[in-house]
């Protein structure tokens, strides 16, 4: 709370969305939470804020994929005789990069994780973006939102719930569409 309330609080939480995206493992929930608390009024800078630093940081991670597929992913797949099993799950994760991206950027999944496979994938970097840019900013802007509607009460239902409501309410959403190109079959 305390550095919630300094002068560079909001560059230190650009600094943690954009490192969390990319290597880093403490979500910037952890600042983004009492910063809104601290400053109630300045909600939806914050969610800004950590929205774009995170697609930023993304794009970081995208970056360490990419550049390093070549020289250290694909020698050990080839090691292990997987390059073949590899492009077949690279194929299926471009099919779904979208919903792949979009689910870890709104859910407690560690997003890391898919920034840095979609580099490996070559998932097309717009698809990237617009499902990153989409999914954190949902995350951020309801998180923030609801602490700026209903304070500090809030805030041990979104630590101890959300992850877990963003998770279902995705699942939902997935498994509704998978089963509106079903029945459409």
Known sequence: ??????????????????????????????????????????????????????????????????????????????FYGYLDKFSTFQGYYNEWGAWIVGGAGFTPFPYKVITIASGVTGLDLTVFMIASVLSRGARFFLVAFLLYKFGDPIRKFIENNLGILATLFFIGLVGGFAALKFIGH
């Open 1 to 78: 709370m305390d550095l919630a309330a300094r002068p560079y609080a909001l560059m230190f939480l650009a600094i943690i969305a954009f490192a969390e995206s990319s290597f880093f493992p403490i979500p910037p929930d952890v600042l983004l939470i009492p910063m809104v608390l601290a400053a109630r009024d300045k909600w939806f800078i914050m969610a800004i804020t950590c929205t774009v630093a995170s697609a930023f940081g993304g794009l970081a991670g995208y970056g360490i994929g990419w550049g390093l597929y070549e020289s250290v992913g694909k020698p050990v797949l080839e």
